[in-house]
């Protein structure tokens, strides 16, 4: 911070930014390293700034799905949809966590949407496959549907 910065208590936008990167590279070492909880600490620090960015509420997401707190992790996948209804990852995150949490119809519709605009790039076809798969048997007359690990 500079001289002036502190002299007056401001910071400038850049400054601003800067923190709120800080918060979300913060998060991304912490979840490399295994520290979830506190990497989950560091995104809610960065949506504080940037309360619509995509990227943080779907990393959060993430993060809070392996500390097993599905009903946050639902909740920010939720908020990343209402952002932006086609966001892939999104639809793909949420569908496994209402299969796990059983409800079957919401994932079809999750899963429905992540087909209708799958991503691309060298490792799609492995997880479009695994929607498929998993949308075909949500949709079988057994009603047998994988596990989320599936």
């Known amino acids: 911070m500079s001289f ?16 709120r990167l800080d918060y979300l590279n913060e998060a991304l070492v912490l979840e490399r390293q295994g520290d979830f909880d506190a990497a989950v600490t560091s ?8 309360p619509d960015d995509l990227k943080i509420l ?3 997401a993430i993060a809070l799905t ?26 793909y995150g949420l569908a496994f966590l209402l299969v796990k949490r059983g409800d079957a119809a919401g994932a079809v519709k999750h899963l429905s949407a992540f087909l209708a605009h799958p ?13 498929q798969s998993t949308l075909d048997h949500l949709r079988a007359p057994d009603g ?4 989320a690990g599936e």
Not at 70 to 90: C, F, M, N, Q, W
């Open 43 to 50: 995104y809610r620090l960065a949506l504080r700034e940037r």
């Open 144 to 147: 047998a549907a994988p596990s």
């Open 66 to 91: 392996k500390i097993g707190r599905v009903e946050e992790a639902i909740r920010a996948y939720r908020k990343a949809l209402e952002l932006d209804p086609t966001l892939s990852g999104a639809h």
């Open 4 to 19: 002036w910065d502190r002299l007056f208590g401001g910071r400038s936008e850049s400054a601003q930014n800067r923190q």
């Open 119 to 131: 991503p691309e790039g060298p490792d799609a076809a492995r997880w479009v496959a695994h929607a």
């Open 58 to 60: 779907q990393n959060m």
